[in-house]
C-alpha cells in the first residue's frame, strides 16, 4: 500500500531534549516536505525537500533541521526542543511538479 | 502564489451534492487550483486539482469559471464521513516553488443526517 509513515505519532518530551521525527515514502516520490499545523494558524511549511541531498527552507524553519540522505526518509531533527514548537506535524511526498502530496498521519509532540 | 477566500463553514445533508465555493480573483495563468481536506487532525487528503478545465475523479468535481476567478467543489453526494475541513489552494508550479503549499482556513463542512 502507497503510503506516508511518521513515527512516533504522539510524544512528550522536555526541554532541551534532542528529538527526531521520521518520516519515510515508499511510492519512490522525490518531493518531500514537513508541515506543522497549529489552532487558528493553520498549516505552514517548515523545510522541504526536491531531491536526495536537496533541501529547502518553507515559511517557518528555525529550530528545526532536516536530511534527505535517501529518496525515501526524510527526517526532521529538533536539536533543543522549546515549548513553542508543541504542535502537529505532518510530512507530505508528492512524485513531482503538479501531482498531489501524500500526507502521513501526523505527529503530535509536546514539549515541556 | 494568489490567495484564496473560503466561507468559513457549510452544512450539507447527507446524499445531497455539496457545492463548496472558492474565490481566487488574483490567479495567475499558470496557477493550478487544488482542492485538499482533512478530517479532523488527520494528514490532509488530496481531492482534485485543475487548470482551466473542469476536472472529475471518483471523489469530486471541480468546476473553475472561464476567468478562473473562482471555483467550485462538487461532492455529489454527501456521506457523514465527508465531514472535514475543505482547503482551496492555487499555486504555480515552478522549480523553484513546486513544492509549498499555503494553506488558508479552509471551509468546515458538516454532512448531516
Known amino acids: 500500500e502507497a503510503q506516508v509513515t511518521q513515527n512516533p505519532r504522539y510524544l512528550i518530551t522536555v526541554t532541551g531534549k534532542k528529538l527526531t521525527v521520521t518520516c519515510s515514502q515508499n511510492?519512490?516520490?522525490?518531493?518531500m516536505s514537513w508541515y506543522r499545523q497549529d489552532p487558528g494558524l493553520g498549516l505552514r511549511q517548515i523545510y522541504y525537500?526536491?531531491?536526495?541531498?536537496?533541501?529547502d527552507k518553507g515559511d517557518v524553519p528555525e529550530g528545526y533541521k532536516v536530511s534527505r540522505k535517501e529518496k525515501r526518509n526524510f527526517p526532521l531533527i529538533l536539536e533543543s526542543p522549546s515549548p513553542n514548537q508543541t504542535s502537529l506535524y505532518f510530512c507530505?511526498?508528492?512524485?513531482?511538479?503538479?501531482?498531489?502530496?501524500?500526507f502521513g498521519d501526523g505527529t503530535r509532540l509536546s514539549i515541556l | 502564489d494568489a490567495k484564496t477566500t473560503q466561507p468559513p463553514s457549510m452544512d450539507c445533508a447527507e446524499g445531497r451534492a455539496a457545492n463548496l465555493p472558492c474565490n481566487h480573483s488574483t490567479i495567475s495563468g499558470n496557477e493550478y487550483v487544488y482542492w485538499y481536506r482533512q478530517i479532523h487532525s488527520q494528514g490532509p487528503q488530496y481531492i482534485i486539482h485543475?487548470?482551466?478545465n473542469n476536472e472529475t475523479n471518483e471523489m469530486a468535481s471541480l468546476i473553475i469559471t472561464e476567468d478562473r476567478k473562482s471555483s467550485t467543489l462538487i461532492l455529489p453526494h454527501a456521506t457523514l464521513r465527508d465531514t472535514a475541513v475543505y482547503y482551496c489552494i492555487v499555486r504555480v508550479a515552478t522549480t523553484d516553488s513546486w513544492g509549498k503549499l499555503q494553506f488558508g482556513a479552509g471551509t468546515q463542512v458538516v454532512v448531516t443526517p
Open positions: 525537500s526536491m531531491n536526495v541531498e536537496v533541501t
Open positions: 507530505a511526498s508528492s512524485l513531482g511538479t503538479n501531482q498531489p502530496q501524500h
Open positions: 485543475g487548470l482551466k
Open positions: 511510492m519512490n516520490h522525490e518531493y
